[in-house]
């Protein structure tokens, strides 16, 4: 049987197993590193971006390597009662320029492609080829896998990246544009949406549709017309040149150590969204990933005698400190599923949307504070009391694989 041998073997090369790999590198510059993706490229095919802000020094240096789109100009916000531009800066990683950093970084020689996992344990990694990959650490980053355990709802999304014919004369990106239609996407209920779009280049759009739903139900034709309707509502005419999909859950609740006994294996070492290091009411993943990154380079350096049943041990124990951190926005979750009617949902994110921006930029990266929390609470509420109530006494439906469609 043919293998290799290797320090540190991560499974699944996307945002949250790249950046690990990369954190280890810039840290442990001779420490031998297998990164393990069943895919043809590192990153798969998404788009990821964050506020400038949400990063310290120390995560600007980690993504140096790569080749991110910038705006410096603020982003704009638009709902049926209010338009605000908003100043921070904002930045995008799209995958390929992911791939291509990280094959650059890490070398080729670090990097398995068209490598899927079949069998994972302390010390070792069974390839569905036959061969194996002995490792002094395993570290599992393969994708989140929906769980009867979780509770709540779901971010379904299509974008595309659209070459127009002539300049669209955009300067910033508009992170949310819910001034279209609150549309009911499939007749049992509606669904808070918003369009998000980001001058790529002085003709070249992306453009994104999304919306949270109680259902995973992702009706491509029905986005992909909403996006032409929005398009041509601008007067963009053009080519499609990119174009990626997602079902996200936005976690509402439920038993996180037994959705993490469901997916542990022992002595093996579990990051990324499957690890439970995501935003629960976003999906935003840059901060936390970058921060989780950051903080397995730091403990592996400073440890010598680090191997996998301790960075498993470690990784467990920061992924149940950010379930308790980010409990707030579970509540929240619960308040924008369970007490506001669906056609009225948009009134809760119009209503955010007015208070202080370096709360917003808080509030994305999962480190809002108590006075901000108390802030975001206060006030008229957007839903009615007795709906509240009864959200709050109710963590939402089980995310359970058989709904995805």
């Known amino acids: 049987m043919s293998g290799r041998n290797t320090d540190v073997a991560i499974v699944g090369g996307g945002l949250a197993g790249g950046l690990i790999a990369l954190a280890l590198r810039q840290r442990c510059p001779d420490l031998p590193i297998t990164l393990i993706e069943q895919g043809d490229t590192l990153g798969g095919n998404h788009r990821w971006s964050w506020f400038e802000s949400d990063l310290g020094d120390q995560g600007r240096e980690l993504l140096v390597p790569f080749r991110c789109k910038g705006w410096n100009a603020g982003y704009d916000v638009l ?3 209010h338009t605000r531009t908003l100043g921070s800066s904002y930045r995008s990683l799209v995958s390929d320029d992911f791939h291509a950093a990280l094959m650059l970084e890490l070398g080729p020689q670090s990097v398995m492609l068209g490598a899927s996992a079949q069998d994972l344990e302390a010390g070792r990694v069974s390839l569905s080829d036959g061969s194996e990959i002995t490792a002094r650490a395993v570290i599992d980053c393969r994708p989140f896998v929906p769980s009867a355990e979780l509770e709540g709802g779901w971010q379904i999304f299509l974008g595309r990246h659209i070459r127009l014919d002539r300049p669209h004369g955009l300067t910033r990106p508009t992170i949310m544009d819910a001034s279209v239609t609150q549309h009911a996407p499939y007749g049992n209920g509606d669904a808070y949406r918003f369009v998000y779009v980001l001058p790529l280049a002085d003709d070249e759009v992306f453009i994104e549709d999304t919306y949270y739903a109680d259902e995973p139900r992702l009706d491509k034709t029905m986005l992909a017309s909403r996006i032409d309707a929005y398009q041509h509502a601008k007067g963009w005419t053009g080519q499609i040149v990119g174009e990626e999909t997602g079902i996200l859950p936005v976690i509402t609740g439920g038993d996180f150590d037994a959705f993490r006994r469901g997916l542990e294996i022992d002595g093996v070492a579990m990051a990324g969204a499957r690890g439970g290091f995501t935003h629960p009411l976003t999906s935003y993943t840059v901060p936390i990933a970058v921060e989780n990154a950051l903080a397995i380079g730091e403990a592996w350096a ?4 680090m191997d996998g049943p301790s960075l498993a041990k470690f990784c467990r124990k920061r992924s149940r400190q950010h379930w308790r951190r980010t409990g707030f926005y579970r509540l929240l979750g619960r308040m924008l599923f369970g007490a506001a009617e669906p056609s009225r949902r948009v009134n809760i994110f119009q209503r955010f949307y007015r208070l202080p921006e370096g709360l917003i930029e808080r509030f994305y990266s ?11 609470l206060c006030g008229k509420p957007p839903v009615s009391i007795p709906r509240a109530i009864r959200a709050l006494a109710n963590s939402g439906a089980p995310l359970s694989s ?4």
């Open 402 to 405: 058989e709904k995805l469609q």
């Open 79 to 81: 709902f049926p009662e």
């Open 302 to 305: 400073n440890n010598s005698q």
């Open 366 to 376: 999962a480190h809002s504070t108590r006075f901000d929390r108390f802030r975001i």
